[in-house]
């Protein structure tokens, strides 16, 4: 009853419960590679970006998967030694949490949970971006409507045309 067999939800192997989690991870992260999400535009930022943004000259395009879980790009060795570290009580994240003291390599329960965190907190990061972006287009509107709502001279041309007789202009 110790080493039960789970099906793979990606692949449908049978593996050991032990070994679920790492075998559903190298799974997605090989159905992941075969998903081309990218983009011809490079990402523009001055801190650090949350997208890869790595170049593939194949395609021409720069990937846009998280920096963190771009199994394609993202090559870091997960280090096995060591404790797990990962907050018992997730809601209530701080320096004084208690943590799992189970060596790295022995806890199923919680497999690349730093990596994960990381991608939450990345996608967090990213969604911020893209409300930021929407703010500054919307204020950038409303600057444009501001500089020619109250423009006289718009106003009184708008529709009309001057035409120029020798000094003297009439308005039709």
């Known amino acids: 009853a110790d080493n039960e067999e789970v099906d793979c939800v990606i692949c449908g ?27 011809t535009v ?22 846009k998967k998280l920096r963190v879980l771009c199994p394609d790009h993202n090559k870091e060795k ?22 799992c ?25 990213v969604l911020q971006d893209l409300k930021l972006e929407d703010s500054f287009e919307e204020m950038r509107k409303v600057k444009y409507r501001m500089a020619y709502r109250t423009n006289l001279l718009q106003i009184l041309l708008n529709g009309t045309i001057c035409h120029g007789n020798q000094g003297q202009s009439s308005v039709t």
């Open 78 to 99: 997960e280090e096995h030694d060591g404790i797990c570290g990962c907050p018992l009580d997730l809601s209530n994240i701080s320096e004084t949490s208690t943590v």
């Open 13 to 39: 192997m049978a593996c050991t419960d032990k070994n679920a989690v790492r075998h559903m991870e190298r799974c997605y992260n090989k159905s992941e590679a075969k998903l081309g999400l990218g983009s």
């Open 101 to 125: 003291h189970k060596a790295k390599r022995a806890c199923n329960k919680h497999t690349s949970w730093e990596k994960l965190r990381l991608a939450e907190i990345d996608m967090e990061r």
């Open 42 to 63: 490079k990402c523009h930022v001055t801190w650090e970006s949350p997208v890869c943004d790595a170049y593939d000259r194949q395609q021409g395009t720069y990937c």
